[in-house]
């Protein structure tokens, strides 16, 4: 037989799956003379099983439990603390081909197994040590079977102590439901690995919005001589010096990368997916879709995971920071009411050997920034102090990160294999050395509903880095009706109190999926009704992405208003869900975007323009490490009848890096016949040739107004061509969708200044141009245009127009992509193609102005997929098929 290859082979295929009180056989005979069949019937015991992965997702996979995340199925599925452990202990069986050359050794690894197992391979038992983020590697070298057929069966037990939720609930976080099985499982990859140098002036990795993420692959090889080579690793990683202190001025924990301070904008991860269903694709879409929102950090919370290689390996390429926490949360762990055990986690060695593991886990990789000990907590004593003895700093890193308690490191070793990691800061929990208050009291939040210009107020927090602040997340009504029965698509009662607020009461599905109100009675007015009240699922979801797109856009540049002067950073909590919650959100679990991405893509933009909602003067942002010369910023107000009442352009004005520059106010709220409500348009333009540098768009009411005229708004039909280019390359889609308000403008002074600025004429792309994606070469391309308008050809390129005779803004236009066969009310099925990466969404054109909005999603050969564009004014489906 011919030797395996040098290198590590994946086995995750062939798998079954058995309850072990099912099974009457042994290990040694399940491995030696009675493998159970390939291909099993349906009396047998035997079932095709999803490794990596849980047993309910295995259940699943075999449809012997509902959907647990749809409706309320999960309340159908027998809790392991009713069960007994027995019922979610299970064997796992797999196949595979190695039959080593005489030179070569080969390993068996576990990466994650939930909690704990025992494992056969041809007749031999190894019993592997407990822990959920333990991995494991075993020689198996003498144990393959000359002929190369081997047979391996896992038997997997529970945790030892899974829990029981109390008749009255009990603590724990509050956006997931509990697990039924607790994620048994073998949950993360399974594999067999068959087993002096100098950079001169490398290329740097920097952050999402400040650098490229340059990554090297380093290999290396040991040959022992006469055997040939003995073992092999590979592993990208990037040239990066993180430095992490204690701001004097603002009291926030400042990061600085290369020796530039980053201001952190980012948001908390709780993991990929509730059933461990942990796939490298899925992280690619997660990490890029964070990337996307120009977002430079992400918390893993210390409820969910030690986050996987693959996690790791995206946040390297698209330049996401990792705060990584160790598994200790109050909830659980020491604090709440009644107050929870403070010595947990129950086997305190245990939960060391999985810490210590992980560490070496993912140390090399670039995106690590800090370790954190807990989540609103610290561990207790001894582990917390084990921590900080493993995690210490060696002294290169350490003499500029100096604080009183860490002087005697500079008599520390210089040697770093003395170090397990050595190169980041350890921070006791997510509440201390600061972050929040920096002393551990609950001092993050909130987490709901806010006016937009709280935001923008001095007094709104009071600290300089708050690692938890959240707001709402409901998504589109497609994401409804697929997640849930009719019963839950009726959208909540609006309740008036005799104080004038409104509390908002959801039906119990939206209730069970831990749904965020709209409204706060007493604080906050509700901020859908401000748009009408809404008729439906489809108007209440609609009115909710305009909220949602407001609420994240003022979040962020509220926060950023005070980079520096008051904030080092901020991180939303959260930013999607491992299930089909409603909790705060800016994808959902089908991963479809919801408007709040848009809005914080827009705030977080590396150079931006925006107006403090609090003050009305508007501002200019520059966080990049270079000054912004030679710029100017635009000023149009647009009313509902699609005139220009105001229009002014600024003088030519820097902006130095890392600043904050006001500019002047905005006064168009103070004159006399200013409309109640109103479009605002920001563009910051560079005055050499006139290019975008951020475009901001915001609808306004004057103080004490509504946004209930725009109700009446969405029967102006305005008109719009639309032009569309396509690439196919395999299963690969992309678009690019060019979009103009072809409306009358007004004709006045300040319109002839916007043609002068080429706002009004020129196209232009929103976002970061050096991030686009380029087109594939050997794709088929074309030009194709909108199915319904009236099309034109001009030199083989169609334009379509979408009649309309109104002038106005064109608002709130969004696209989404869909299967060739579209859906009817009577038979309603969701047509999205999901994911799909969109440069901007959400968005408004006024009068004359152009956009380009690059599409980007993956189709099966052959299908016609439809790109479809709606909005505010345009409720019909202006689809385009490719």
């Not at 009004?760 to 970061?768: E, V």
């Amino acid at each position: 037989m011919t030797a395996p290859a040098v290198g590590k082979r994946v086995l995750d295929t062939g798998w079954l799956a058995a309850r072990s009180t099912e099974v009457a056989l042994t290990g040694v005979q399940l491995t030696t003379s009675s493998p159970p069949a390939a291909d099993p019937g349906p009396a047998a015991p035997w079932m095709h099983a999803a490794v990596p992965g849980t047993v309910l997702g295995t259940l699943l996979k075999n449809k012997l439990i509902p959907d647990p995340f749809y409706g309320l199925n999960n309340q159908a599925i027998i809790d392991i603390a009713d069960s007994g452990r027995a019922y979610y202990t299970f064997w796992f069986f797999t196949t595979f081909q190695c039959a080593p050359s005489g030179n070569q050794h080969v390993t068996l690894n576990f990466r994650g197994i939930n909690y704990s197992a025992e494992m056969y391979l041809n007749g031999h038992k190894e019993v592997l040590p407990k822990g959920m983020f333990r991995r494991h590697t075993i020689d198996i070298t003498d144990i393959l079977h000359p002929d190369g057929n081997n047979l391996l069966a896992v038997l997997v037990h529970p945790p030892d102590h899974p829990g029981r939720i109390p008749p009255q609930g009990g603590q724990g976080g509050d956006h997931e439901v509990s697990l039924m099985d607790r994620n048994t499982g073998i949950w993360d990859e399974v594999s067999i690995l068959v087993t002096g140098l100098f950079f001169y002036k490398p290329d740097l990795w920097w952050p999402n919005g400040m650098g490229k993420q340059s990554l090297y692959n380093v290999e290396i090889s040991v040959d022992v001589k006469g055997f040939g080579e003995s073992d092999s690793w590979s592993h990208y990683f990037g040239f990066r010096k993180i430095e992490s202190t204690i701001d004097s001025s603002t009291g926030g924990r400042i990061f600085k990368v290369n020796g530039e301070p980053i201001f952190v904008r980012g948001g908390n991860w709780i993991l990929s997916d509730g059933l461990l269903r942990l796939t490298k694709k899925r992280y690619m879409t997660d990490i890029k879709f964070h990337a996307d929102m120009n977002f430079n950090m992400l918390r893993c919370w210390g409820g969910g995971l030690a986050e996987r290689p693959d996690f790791y390996h995206f946040c390297d390429v698209y330049g996401l920071m990792v705060w990584q926490e160790f598994w200790i949360t109050g909830d659980v762990d020491g604090r709440g009411i009644p107050v929870s055990n403070p010595d947990g986690p129950l086997d305190h060695d245990l939960f060391l050997l999985c810490a210590r593991d992980t560490v070496k886990l993912l140390r090399n990789h670039a995106s690590l920034a800090l370790w954190v000990g807990g989540n609103e907590q610290v561990p207790p004593v001894d582990i917390n102090s084990a921590l900080k003895n493993d995690l210490k700093l060696h002294p290169m890193f350490a003499s500029c990160q100096i604080s009183q308690n860490q002087e005697n490191l500079l008599q520390e070793s210089t040697d770093p294999s003395k170090y397990l990691d050595g190169t980041r800061v350890y921070v006791q929990g997510s509440m201390w050395d600061g972050f929040a208050d920096g002393k551990g009291n609950f001092s993050d939040g909130p987490y709901e509903i806010q006016y937009p210009e709280s935001f923008f107020k001095d007094s709104f927090y009071n600290h300089g880095f708050n690692p938890e602040v959240g707001s709402v997340g409901v998504p589109v009504a497609a994401t409804i009706r697929a997640t849930m029965p009719p019963e839950g698509w009726s959208i909540p009662i609006f309740k008036k109190r005799i104080d004038g607020y409104i509390k908002e009461v959801p039906n119990p599905i939206w209730d069970y999926h831990k749904y965020i109100p709209y409204s706060k009675p007493m604080a906050v007015h509700d901020q859908i009704e401000l748009y009408g009240h809404p008729k439906d699922l489809d108007d209440f979801c609609e009115k909710a992405q305009l909220v949602n797109y407001v609420q994240y856009r003022a979040l962020l540049e509220g926060w950023t208003s005070f980079m520096w002067t008051k904030f080092t950073g901020v991180l939303i909590w959260k930013t999607q869900n491992p299930w089909t919650g409603l909790r705060g959100q800016f994808y959902d679990h089908l991963q479809d975007q919801t408007a709040g991405f848009y809005g914080c893509r827009c705030a977080a933009e590396p150079i931006h323009v925006q107006l403090n909602l609090a003050s009305y003067f508007i501002e200019v942002v520059n966080t990049t490490a270079e000054e912004l010369a030679d710029v100017a910023v635009e000023i149009s107000v647009w009313d509902l009848d699609g005139t220009s009442p105001y229009y002014k352009v600024t003088e030519k004005m820097a902006v130095p890096p890392k600043k904050v520059k006001q500019i002047m106010k905005m006064k168009y709220y103070e004159m006399k016949n200013a409309k109640p409500v109103y479009f605002l348009l920001l563009k910051l333009f560079r005055l050499s040739d006139n290019g975008i540098l951020s475009r901001n768009f915001y609808w306004l009411h004057l103080p004490g107004q509504d946004y209930k005229l725009l109700e009446q708004y969405q029967q102006k039909k305005i008109p719009l061509q639309i032009i569309s280019e396509v690439s196919i390359s395999g299963t690969r889609h992309k678009v690019r969708m060019t979009v103009e308000n072809k409306s009358r403008k007004s004709v006045s002074e300040s319109t002839q200044l916007i043609d002068c600025l080429g706002g009004g004429n020129s196209s232009f792309s929103i976002g970061n141009e050096a991030k686009a994606e380029q087109h594939e070469s050997g794709g088929l391309w074309r030009k194709i245009g909108s199915v319904l308008g009236i099309a034109r050809s001009e030199d083989n390129l169609r334009n379509v127009e979408v009649d309309g005779t109104d002038s106005g803004v064109a608002f709130f236009l969004h696209f989404s992509v869909h299967s060739s066969e579209p859906s009817t009310q009577e038979n309603y099925r969701d047509t999205r193609i999901l994911p799909v990466h969109y440069s901007d969404n959400y968005f408004s054109l006024t009068p004359g102005e152009k956009m380009v909005v690059d599409i980007s999603f993956e189709a099966p050969q052959g299908s016609s997929p439809r790109v479809v564009l709606k909005g505010w004014n345009h409720h019909l489906n202006h689809a385009v098929m490719i």
